[in-house]
């Protein structure tokens, strides 16, 4: 069955330290891995995805399929980074449908 | 801006009544998927249409339903809604198979709440 656990619900760190939001998956196949973000009274949207290997906004994130995890890495935090983070995974194959994670609440004290 | 609007923002329902939640795509966009997301949880998948066909459902009962039109727009019907209908409702669309870039693009949801 196709699952995502992201085990914190809320993490909190301050200016410039490094954050790590973690995220472990199953899944019967080759997975897409994707983490979204929500900030504060705006709507879902893509952070980044694992294909492209991009880092945005000083994120980057490294899927490892020996230890089926996707976990979100950022060096030094930032205020604005506090959000809501989801990690999710969608099928290869075009239209599959994605599945969530809970979600970790990042708090970035000033 | 993504150009995914949904309607309405929010809704009050009674129990056994039954709830209309309507999304626009963004142009071009052939896939709408629609997600419910209880307090304090990720967004669940409900089902998905491409071209108007279902072609994917999570574990929704069958009074979850939906229809996709030619124009970008969607529905979702709930009949016989029950409290833990309660809920923010997303849809999200995504470009078609030859542009596909696997990102979905959401709206800003519709909060139906169930008394």
């Known amino acids: 069955a196709q699952r995502v656990t992201q085990p914190e619900k809320l993490l909190s760190v301050f200016k410039g330290a490094p954050v790590e939001l973690k995220c472990n998956y199953s899944?019967?196949?080759?997975?897409?891995l994707f983490w979204y973000v929500q900030y504060s009274r705006q709507r879902l949207q893509l952070l980044l995805r694992?294909?492209s290997r991009e880092s945005i906004k000083g994120f980057t994130a490294d899927l490892n399929k020996g230890e089926t995890s996707f976990h979100l890495k950022k060096p030094f935090a930032q205020e604005e980074d506090s959000a809501m983070y989801y990690c999710?995974?969608?099928?290869?194959?075009?239209?599959?449908?994605?599945?969530f994670g809970p979600g970790t609440r990042l708090s970035v004290l000033p | 801006e993504t150009g995914v609007t949904q309607s309405p923002t929010h809704l009050i329902k009674t129990r056994g009544q039954q709830v209309t939640l309507r999304c626009s795509s963004q142009?071009?966009?052939?896939?709408v998927s629609w997600y419910q997301q209880a307090l304090g949880q990720g967004p669940q998948f409900i089902f998905q249409?491409?071209?108007?066909?279902?072609?994917g459902r999570g574990n929704f009962p069958p009074r979850f339903s939906g229809l996709q039109f030619p124009n970008y727009s969607s529905e979702l019907n709930v009949n016989a809604l029950e409290l833990d209908d309660s809920a923010l409702y997303l849809c999200?669309?995504?470009?078609?198979?030859?542009?596909?870039?696997?990102?979905?693009?959401f709206g800003e949801g519709s909060r139906l709440t169930v008394l």
């Open positions: 999710a995974l969608s099928g290869v194959n075009y239209g599959q449908n994605f599945v």
């Open positions: 694992h294909i």
């Open positions: 142009s071009g966009h052939n896939t």
């Open positions: 249409y491409y071209r108007e066909e279902e072609n």
């Open positions: 899944y019967s196949g080759s997975p897409e």
């Open positions: 999200a669309s995504r470009s078609g198979p030859d542009r596909d870039t696997g990102e979905l693009f």
